[in-house]
């Protein structure tokens, strides 16, 4: 008796266990959720993403950032212009749901979004505080939600076909627990994320970033993780010194105010060489901020459109060198100019045979130009553009540059030593 029942423990023991090691390695095994962003693309199409719903409205109160909301739709209708696309051969996104921004994002940050005043501090443009939450979601945040969406389908299809572009993302500053700097949601985190979920042979990633500001949000995502290697070249006197965040980078370049071309071409080649020595991803995920520019009031550098174009062909041509796909998001860029420069650079790169267009070209069933008609943006800016003097107490031109000038501690013109913010603490 004394042995059936010591056999029945035994057993009953074993059984637990068995069942706790399943449940494990069900847990372990649980296939990603149903999304419907990263989806099959037909061939026929260009690994370049890009959706109308992008470009930010915003009610006219843009007009109180020097943030250029309407670049996305310009980059498009300039490589439009140059037949580099058509609206036929352009990979189109999804929105990000809630399910797919809690890949990465914690669900009491996404709720913190419902607080138009949150939205406000992280768009740094105080009257959307005094908006109702619906119409920030949809004018303000679901613009962002399908910028992130192209930037998850952007990097399939980079793993695809050997590169991927999407005209709009790259909120380095966002991370799973908050946002800032004009970026809500961690693109770059979700993407590279969902890659290593969906991708078996995405195991490592390399982030280059090479946006005027320090990519804090990445940085804190992926700290102490050695599957993803961050490069960052940036201005160390300018927005966010993020201390605990520089932490997560293997390579930090530092740089400052009015670097020229010269100099910054040469740590960006030579540093980029230098980390693919270091370490061989499966992807590199290139943050392409255009806030370097010349002139720009935030970025405080001084590179050249010339520049800015060699910089994006040095980062593909390494991609190629080594033979490692990548995935180019467009980031930061503040001035009007930089939609022609960041179209330029894509022209450039197909120019120089270091993205091909050719495959879509030959299934592309008609080459017909699409004159299309007034953007929603454009529209919903005319339409709004009073409601948001209301609100913003009839803001001038003028008070909306020295709002910007207070806010980043300098001007809207092209800056001098002395216009740049003092360099900050590190
Ligand atoms: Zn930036």
Redesign the pocket.
């Known amino acids: 008796m004394y042995k059936l029942l010591a056999a029945l423990f035994v057993s009953r023991l074993t059984g637990k266990l068995q069942s706790c090691a399943d449940m494990l390695s069900t847990r372990e095994k649980k296939p990603p959720h149903e999304t419907q962003l990263y989806v099959s693309v037909e061939e026929s199409k260009l690994p370049i993403v890009y959706g109308p719903e992008y470009n930010i409205g915003f009610l006219g109160l843009e007009k109180l950032h020097p943030f250029d909301a309407g670049k996305w739709g310009r980059v498009y209708q300039f490589l439009k212009d140059d037949n580099l696309l058509q609206d036929d051969t352009t990979a189109r996104p999804q929105e990000a749901t809630e399910q797919d921004l809690l890949v990465v994002h914690k669900k009491s940050y996404l709720e913190s979004l419902k607080w138009s005043m949150t939205v406000a501090a992280i768009t740094e443009v105080p009257p959307v505080a005094m908006l109702p939450n619906f119409i920030v979601q949809n004018k303000v945040l679901k613009p962002f939600r399908y910028q992130t969406g192209g930037t998850i389908l952007a990097a399939k299809l980079a793993m695809e076909r050997g590169w991927g572009i999407n005209i709009g993302g790259g909120f380095h500053h966002s991370s799973s627990d908050r946002g800032g700097g004009f970026c809500a949601y961690a693109d770059i985190t979700l993407a590279i994320t969902f890659l290593f979920e969906r991708n078996p042979k995405v195991t490592k990633a390399m982030i280059i970033d090479l946006?005027?500001?320090q990519g804090n949000g990445h940085e804190r995502d992926f700290m102490n993780d050695d599957r993803v290697y961050i490069m960052d070249v940036y201005n160390r006197g300018i927005y966010p010194h993020d201390g605990f965040a520089k932490r997560a980078i293997k390579r930090r370049v530092e740089l400052e105010h009015h670097t020229k071309d010269d100099v910054y071409l040469n740590l960006v080649a030579t540093n980029m060489e230098d980390a693919l020595k270091e370490f061989q991803p499966d992807i590199i995920v290139y943050n392409a901020?255009t806030?370097i520019l010349e002139g720009d009031p935030?970025?405080c550098l001084s590179i050249t459109p010339k520049g800015i174009i060699q910089r994006d062909e040095i980062v593909f041509e390494k991609a190629k060198k080594w033979k490692i796909p990548v995935l180019m998001v467009t980031?930061?860029g503040y001035q009007k100019t930089t939609a022609r420069i960041i179209a330029d650079s894509i022209i450039n790169l197909k120019n120089k045979g270091l993205i091909s267009i050719e495959a879509a070209k030959n299934c592309q069933p008609s080459r017909r130009r699409i004159v299309s008609s007034k953007s929603n943006s454009q529209s919903y800016e005319t339409l709004f553009s009073r409601l948001s003097r209301f609100l913003s107490g009839s803001s001038t031109p003028e008070e909306s540059k020295e709002y910007c000038s207070v806010k980043e501690k300098t001007t809207l013109t092209t800056p001098d030593a002395s216009d740049c913010p003092d360099r900050g603490p590190q």
């Open positions: 946006d005027a500001h901020g806030d935030l970025g980031s930061g």
